[in-house]
């Protein structure tokens, strides 16, 4: 029997395959230069090729390859992991070191930030699901650099360089930075969080205790989380690790269309820690919203 042709597709464009995203975007090459990144044009131009040709070949199976949450290890302590592909790290790491999270703080210049708002626009095009954590990582470093005792966090996201290890952030090469903010109760409306932050004695250290309703990329080094202080909602850093605080996941899901963005249900119970974005209650948050706001722009 011959096969019945049903119907012609003649709308559709061809699959998005490898290309050279800096050579085929004359508009980006024009912009770069009319903002003031020109001198940055041979590190974009070296990104945009390797983001749509080896970076897009990584993204292929770190999508078809879910994140895997684990709890506990197999002695049945608690250790809160989440497990992704290797391509995921490896396109991570390819982020990080080329400056898609940390070049403005690397090299503050005159066109740094033009530049890797360009370095974002191309990674994104090849693999949109790791957007969260560079932009995240990205925007905390201003909010950080407002507290003198969180300097080397700051530092580790200028360093460029992505360490994956589950050891303390003091141990590491490079730090990546997350958000707790939501809450199942409140939504989009963060005054309403209920998390509450507990003045310990002797100075900065907190208690937090509550819940967010997501941890954008869990295995971050630490998370900017908002919490219910004293004299109004604040703004706290919080390291990752079990051992050095009480963050607990549970399964939520991934976001739609960014299948290895895994964003966990978390509780927060007694983590003690000298973390806190110190004073001016109630005003430090909306500092962080702003911050956050003018250092994510250029991506929106």
């Not at 650099?145 to 360490?163: F, I, K, N, Q, T």
């Amino acid at each position: 029997m011959q096969p019945v042709r049903t119907h012609e597709v003649a709308n559709q464009p061809p699959p998005f395959g490898a290309r050279d995203l800096w050579n085929e975007d004359a508009g980006l090459r024009e912009a770069l230069a009319r903002e003031g990144g020109g001198a940055f044009e041979s590190t974009v131009a070296a990104y945009g090729a390797r983001a749509g040709g080896e970076l897009l070949t990584l993204s292929h199976d770190a999508h078809r390859d879910r994140p895997r949450l684990r709890t506990h290890d197999a002695a049945g302590r608690r250790i809160d992991t989440v497990e992704f592909h290797p391509n995921y790290h490896a396109i991570m790491r390819a982020a990080i070191g080329h400056g898609v999270a940390g070049l403005s703080w690397a090299r503050p210049v005159a066109g740094a930030h033009v530049a890797r708002a360009a370095l974002a626009y191309l990674h994104y095009q090849a693999e949109p699901g790791s957007s969260c954590p560079l932009t995240m990582t990205h925007a905390a470093v201003p909010v950080l650099l407002r507290e003198p005792s969180l300097r080397a966090w700051a530092d580790g996201v200028a360093a460029c360089r992505y360490d994956p290890r589950d050891v303390p952030a003091a141990d590491k090469r490079g730090l990546t930075l997350g958000m707790g903010m939501t809450e199942k109760q409140g939504g989009s409306d963060v005054r309403a969080n209920t998390t509450r932050a507990t003045p310990l004695p002797g100075g900065e250290a907190y208690e937090l205790r509550g819940h967010k309703w997501f941890f954008s990329a869990p295995m971050s080094d630490g998370f900017l989380v908002l919490a219910q202080a004293p004299g109004g909602l604040t703004c706290l850093l919080l390291p990752r690790r079990p051992a050095e605080n009480g963050v607990r996941f549970t399964f939520r899901g991934t976001d739609n269309g960014a299948r290895f963005t895994y964003r966990p249900d978390s509780g927060l119970r007694a983590f003690r820690g000298p973390f806190c974005m110190r004073g001016r209650h109630g005003v430090t948050c909306a500092q962080a919203s702003t911050e956050r706001r003018d250092a994510t722009g250029a991506n929106a």
